[in-house]
């Protein structure tokens, strides 16, 4: 089994900064994509941004320019670095990854438990 855990989440004034972590451990052959994604309640989960074993970056037009997500590959880690923080950002974010585990071929998708992120005054 492949888990992740996630840290970094917290309680930041508008326009602050944050950085999650998220680290995958356990039975790993190989990772591909990792991601982000956040959810707010009664709201669908939302891509924030993905990154491929080869750094590619992809990110959703809301956070363009604010979010940078940045990989360990030698750590299974993948990091989301947040800046001027606003209302709309707050929600739980959930770290995500692609992997295969040893012995394995097929790679399957994995979810982290999630971290509060609350920007608020």
């Known amino acids: 089994q492949v888990q992740l855990v996630e840290s970094g989440g917290g309680l930041v004034q508008p326009g602050g900064s944050l950085r999650l972590s998220c680290a995958a451990s356990?039975?790993?052959?190989?990772?591909?994509?990792m991601a982000w994604y956040r959810q707010v309640p009664g709201k669908q989960r939302e891509l924030v941004a993905t990154i491929t074993n080869g750094g590619s970056t992809n990110y959703a037009d809301s956070v363009k320019g604010r979010f940078t997500i940045s990989r360990d590959n030698a750590k299974n880690t993948v990091y989301l670095q947040m800046s001027s923080l606003n209302a709309e950002d707050t929600a739980v974010y959930y770290c995500?990854?692609?992997?295969?585990?040893?012995?394995?071929?097929?790679?399957?998708?994995?979810w982290g438990q999630g971290t509060q992120v609350t920007v608020s005054s």
């Open positions: 356990g039975s790993i052959r190989s990772i591909d994509a």
């Open positions: 995500h990854c692609n992997a295969a585990r040893r012995g394995a071929w097929r790679y399957t998708d994995y």
